[in-house]
């Protein structure tokens, strides 16, 4: 059992796993699907000022955190307990395009020689780290929710505007990728 529980889970067994939640939050609880929030939820709790977005009854969403919990706990045990201690399979077309923009290090989840703790006080760093995490954050709040929250619980609801978010995040990504990322990074 360990074995199978070491190897990558292939789409038709994860997927339906990641699916089945949702009416599950749904049955349990009439609780919606989705991470971003809990940001919110945290800062709400922590921080004693009065500060408008911040102050309302948190209390009513505290499963969110023990959610948020679960996801940080199953990610430690994942990569402590339950990883075979090999590098991430990536497409050789990835390695190939990484590479020719300079790209060396896949040894790990990211890249090194972009998302470092050395590398956040260097130009490109700050760039990719701290100013993409500010657009990260930005566009969750401004189309109302993250793409699990949109992609798998909007859509399974068949809400117009989570189907209309995830085809912009899904543009949005391609284009980054494929045409201003090329770009940025041979900037600096």
Known sequence: ?????????????????????????????????GIS???????????????????????KEQWIFFFAGGIMLGAFLS?????????????????????????????????ADIFNFSSLFSLKGFFFIVFG???????????????????IMGISNLQWPSLVATICFMIGGFTMTHLIFPFIFKLF
């Open 1 to 33: 059992m360990l074995e199978y529980i070491l190897k990558p889970w292939p789409w038709y067994v994860a997927g339906p796993i990641i699916g089945l939640t949702i009416p599950l939050l749904l049955i349990l609880g009439n609780k919606s699907f």
């Open 37 to 59: 929030n809990s940001m919110r939820h945290i800062c709400a709790a922590v921080i004693p000022g009065k500060i408008p977005f911040f102050h309302y009854d948190w209390k």
């Open 79 to 111: 990569i402590h307990f339950l990883s075979d201690g090999q590098n991430i399979d990536l497409n050789p077309q990835t390695i190939a395009d990484l590479k020719a923009l300079g790209v060396s290090e896949f040894n790990g989840l990211l890249p």
């Open 133 to 151: 995490g500010f657009l990260v954050g930005f566009g969750t709040r401004y189309a109302g929710g993250c793409t699990s929250g949109h992609a």
